[in-house]
């Protein structure tokens, strides 16, 4: 019989986030993959470190860093490949992904690949837009407010419609994108109300209003936006 293939989210970063049945499921697996920066390391193998036996085996998918679709979609291919293997052979794959494994993340490219052949399950895991807001203790909405969450790649003017038209916003994946986010909130008179945080529940996380957030910005930081209040007074 094939083996089963797990699709585990970690949370945003601190080990302690992770669910009781991540860290089992981790720990008792045959093989762990995980996503890997090519040239670099594993963030989600270092936020299960501690839960990884030394009797699994250990698969890395080295994704390049490139805007191009091309390089990184024949990277989930050979990951997709290797784990299929192992699961042919009756072992229990798990997949580490950071945050959460359908919100924005990794795993979502191999199970399009793998879960027609091999029972599948997904593990969720706290999401980035969860711990943003438990770090700049801001609510993200309340009653019938509406969430809407935009990636910072997003075109200018696109992104500043969507915003208009917006009740509570969070902004992900700012990175080198904040110059462009900060002329469209200024525009739209919302930098006031606007939350900045990076590297969320780690040990070197910031949380700040945008107002007085550094000009760079890391790719694992996000801004928040609540209309009607302000979440600093």
Same mark, same amino acid.
């Given at each position: 019989?094939?083996? &089963?293939?797990?699709?585990?989210?970690?949370?945003?970063?601190?080990?302690?986030?992770?669910?009781? &049945?991540?860290?089992?499921?981790?720990?008792? =697996?045959?093989? %762990?993959?995980?996503?890997?920066?090519?040239?670099?390391?594993?963030?989600?193998?270092? @936020?299960?470190?501690?839960?990884?036996?030394?009797?699994?085996?250990?698969?890395?998918?080295? @994704?390049?860093? *490139?805007? &191009? #679709?091309?390089?990184?979609?024949?990277?989930?291919?050979?990951?997709?490949?290797?784990? =299929? *293997?192992?699961?042919?052979?009756?072992? *229990?794959?798990?997949?580490?992904?950071?945050?959460?494994?359908?919100?924005?993340?990794?795993?979502?490219?191999?199970?399009?690949?793998?879960?027609?052949?091999?029972?599948?399950?997904?593990?969720?895991?706290?999401?980035?837009?969860?711990?943003?807001? =438990?770090?700049?203790?801001?609510?993200?909405?309340?009653?019938?407010?509406?969430?809407?969450? %935009?990636?910072?790649?997003?075109?200018?003017?696109?992104?500043?419609?969507?915003?208009?038209?917006?009740?509570?916003?969070? %902004?992900?994946?700012?990175?080198?994108?904040?110059? &462009?986010?900060?002329?469209?909130?200024?525009? $739209?008179?919302?930098?006031?109300?606007?939350?900045?945080?990076?590297?969320?529940? $780690?040990?070197?996380? #910031?949380?700040?209003? $945008?107002?007085? =957030?550094?000009? *760079?910005?890391?790719?694992?930081?996000? @801004?928040? @936006?609540?209309?009607?209040?302000?979440?600093?007074?």
């Amino acid at each position: 019989m094939s083996g &089963k293939l797990y699709g585990i989210g970690l949370g945003p970063g601190d080990p302690e986030l992770m669910t009781l &049945k991540a860290a089992r499921l981790i720990a008792g =697996a045959d093989v %762990i993959a995980y996503p890997s920066l090519e040239g670099g390391g594993s963030f989600a193998r270092s @936020i299960a470190a501690q839960q990884i036996s030394e009797n699994s085996e250990e698969i890395s998918i080295t @994704i390049p860093m *490139t805007v &191009k #679709r091309g390089p990184a979609q024949a990277a989930y291919d050979e990951g997709a490949a290797l784990i =299929a *293997t192992r699961l042919d052979a009756g072992k *229990t794959v798990v997949v580490l992904c950071e945050g959460d494994p359908f919100f924005y993340g990794s795993f979502m490219y191999l199970f399009s690949r793998l879960s027609e052949r091999f029972e599948t399950e997904v593990v969720p895991g706290v999401t980035s837009v969860s711990a943003c807001a =438990a770090a700049l203790q801001q609510p993200l909405t309340a009653r019938n407010e509406i969430l809407t969450i %935009i990636p910072g790649p997003m075109n200018e003017p696109e992104m500043e419609a969507r915003i208009e038209g917006a009740e509570a916003v969070a %902004i992900v994946k700012v990175g080198r994108h904040l110059p &462009k986010i900060r002329r469209v909130l200024g525009r $739209l008179g919302l930098e006031a109300s606007a939350g900045y945080v990076e590297r969320a529940s $780690l040990p070197n996380q #910031r949380a700040l209003p $945008l107002a007085e =957030a550094p000009e *760079t910005a890391p790719y694992f930081s996000m @801004i928040l @936006i609540t209309r009607g209040q302000d979440p600093w007074l």
